[in-house]
C-alpha cells in the first residue's frame, strides 16, 4: 500500500519516537501526490471512481497456493511514468479521491500475512511537535486522531482482501486481456500505455448464462460494467497531457488528439 512515488519518506509511527508529534494541517496543496501516476483502488470505490479515472488491472503475483496470476485494480492518473494529470497547481481535478489518497499522509503497510503497521510520510510538510492534533496522549496512547485512522486503514485492507476476490473470479473465468493504449498528439509524437489488462467484452458475451448469473450474483458483473464504463476516461488523460505541453508543440487551439486508440497487445 506504501507506493514511493507518493511516500517519499515511509516511516512505521511509533509512540516513543513520535510522542510529540502533531498533525498541524491536513493536506492543502496536493502537488505532494505529482509522482503519483496510479493508485490501487478496492472494489468498493468502482462506482464513484469510474465517473473520474480509467480503471485497469495490473499483474501482483501469483498466489502461493494455487500459482495463478494475481491483478490489482488501478486508478490511471497519468499517460507517463511519474505524471499525475489530477494534480493542477495543487489542486485535485476530480470530485472523487481514492481511498488510498484520502488517508494520505498515512498508510497502512504489511508486515506479514497477520500483521500491519500504520506508518506516515515523514516528508508531509504538515507535521509539527508544537501546534496541531497529537498522534498520542501524554502516556504514550494513540490518540482519537490516531485510532480513527488506524481503524480507517483497516476497513481499507478488509475491502483489499474483497477486492482479491474479484480479480481471482476475473482470472479464473478468463475474461482479462492485454491492452495497449495509443494516442497520436497534434505535434505528431506518440504517446503509448502498455503493461495493463482490461477485460474483455467478447468473452463477457459469450460466457454461458448460469456463469453471467454467478457473475451477477456475487456482484462482479457490477464491477465490470463499471471498469468498461471508466475507460473512456482514457481520451481526456491524452488531453490533459496535450493541455500542458510547450506552446511550440501543442499550438493553440489545438483539438483533441488527432487518433487514440485502444487495442489489445
Not at 149 to 159: C, F, N, P, V
Not at 175 to 188: I, N, S, V
Not at 237 to 258: E, F, I, K, S, T
Request: proline letters at 5%; charged letters at 20%; aromatic letters at 8%.
Amino acid at each position: 500500500m506504501i507506493n514511493p512515488n507518493f511516500y517519499k519518506q515511509p516511516v512505521v509511527i511509533d509512540s516513543n519516537q513520535h510522542r510529540q508529534l502533531k498533525l498541524a494541517q491536513a493536506v492543502q496543496d496536493w502537488s505532494v501526490a505529482a509522482d503519483l501516476n496510479a493508485i490501487f483502488l478496492a472494489s468498493v470505490e468502482f462506482g464513484d471512481a469510474c465517473c473520474e479515472y480509467p480503471i485497469v488491472f495490473v499483474e501482483a503475483g501469483k498466489d502461493e497456493q494455487t500459482g495463478k496470476m494475481l491483478v490489482a485494480p488501478i486508478a490511471v492518473m497519468g499517460v507517463q511514468d511519474k505524471q499525475n494529470l489530477y494534480v493542477d497547481k495543487g489542486q485535485w481535478r476530480a470530485a472523487y479521491l481514492p481511498a488510498m489518497v484520502r488517508a494520505y499522509p498515512f498508510g497502512l503497510a504489511r508486515q506479514d500475512e497477520s500483521h500491519v503497521l500504520v506508518v506516515m510520510d515523514r516528508a508531509f510538510g504538515g507535521w509539527s511537535e508544537a501546534e496541531g492534533q497529537p498522534l498520542f496522549d501524554a502516556a504514550g496512547k494513540p490518540t482519537e486522531l490516531l485510532s480513527g485512522m488506524r481503524d480507517q486503514l483497516e476497513k481499507l485492507e478488509a475491502e483489499i482482501q474483497r477486492t482479491r476476490f474479484f480479480g481471482a473470479m476475473l482470472v479464473d473465468s478468463d475474461l482479462l486481456q492485454p491492452m495497449r493504449f495509443d494516442a497520436t498528439l497534434p505535434d505528431g509524437r506518440q504517446v503509448s500505455m502498455d503493461g495493463f489488462l482490461t477485460v474483455d467484452e467478447k468473452r463477457v458475451a459469450e460466457l454461458p448464462d448460469a456463469k453471467v448469473l454467478e457473475l451477477h450474483r456475487n456482484g462482479v458483473l457490477g464491477l465490470i460494467h463499471a471498469h468498461q464504463i471508466s475507460l473512456r476516461h482514457m481520451r481526456r488523460l491524452v488531453q490533459w497531457h496535450v493541455d500542458r505541453l510547450p506552446a511550440a508543440a501543442a499550438p493553440a487551439g489545438a483539438a483533441a488528439p488527432a487518433n487514440a486508440a485502444a487495442t489489445t497487445a
